[in-house]
Structures are given as structure tokens and as C-alpha cells.
């Protein structure tokens, strides 16, 4: 019984030796390599390369979570539709007519975000 599993076990005994084997290189060579100089300006917070001018913790519109929300959906549909267009010819009617009605489920939903303004950008 060992037999069969022995493969395995090297397989991931070898693969957790190279890993330990890389971290533990790259971890020595940055070590003697490294040149520490202490700058202030090195150690300054910074926004995309430029001195912060405003606070952090400022408030944002609700409207970037939401068309981050409108996005993560409609992405996550589209991820539904690729494993069902590939066995549509052996679920049969009835998991065409139970895609149809997911699919009509987000298109009410569209088109009532649609309706209260959620898509338009002031």
C-alpha cells in the first residue's frame, strides 16, 4: 500500500525541500548584498510618489463601492455561463430553462439599477 502513495510523498517531500532551499538562498544573498541607508526621505509616506496632502482616512463617494459591487456581479455571472455553455447538450431542457431564469433574475436586476441611476456617473 505504501507503494502508491511513495511517489507522492517524495513528490511533495522535494517540493517543500526546493522551497525551503530558495527562500533560505534569497534570504542569505539579500542579506550580504543589502546596503541599509537610513533616509528620511526614503522613509516618508507617499502617494504615488508625491508628499501626501490630504488625510488618509477622507471620506470617498458611495458610488466607487458600488460600481465595485456592479462589477464583482455581473463579472461573477459571466463565470457562470462558461461551465454551463460547455455541458448544455447533457443537462438538456432542463438546466437551459434553470439558466434562463438566473439569467432573467440579473436582468431584473440590471434594469433596476438602470432605473434608480446606479450606471450613471456624475
Known amino acids: 500500500m505504501l507503494e502508491l502513495y511513495l ?3 517524495m ?3 522535494v517540493g517543500v525541500a526546493v522551497g525551503t532551499v530558495s527562500l533560505g538562498a534569497g534570504y542569505g544573498i539579500g ?3 543589502r546596503v541599509y ?3 528620511p526621505e526614503k522613509n516618508a509616506p507617499y502617494e504615488c510618489g508625491f508628499d501626501a496632502f490630504e488625510d488618509a482616512r477622507m471620506k470617498f463617494d458611495v458610488r466607487y463601492y458600488l460600481v465595485a459591487i ?3 456581479l455581473f463579472d461573477l455571472e459571466i463565470a457562470f455561463f462558461f461551465p454551463w455553455a460547455v455541458v448544455l447538450d447533457e443537462i438538456g431542457l432542463q438546466g437551459f430553462y434553470a439558466m434562463m ?3 432573467s433574475v440579473l436582468v431584473v436586476g440590471f434594469i ?3 432605473k434608480k441611476g446606479a450606471l450613471e456617473w456624475e
Open 112 to 114: 433596476y439599477e438602470w
Open 37 to 39: 541607508k537610513d533616509d
Open 11 to 13: 513528490f511533495l517531500a
Open 31 to 33: 542579506q550580504l548584498l
Open 7 to 9: 511517489p507522492i510523498l
Open 70 to 72: 456592479l462589477f464583482i
Open 101 to 103: 431564469i438566473f439569467l
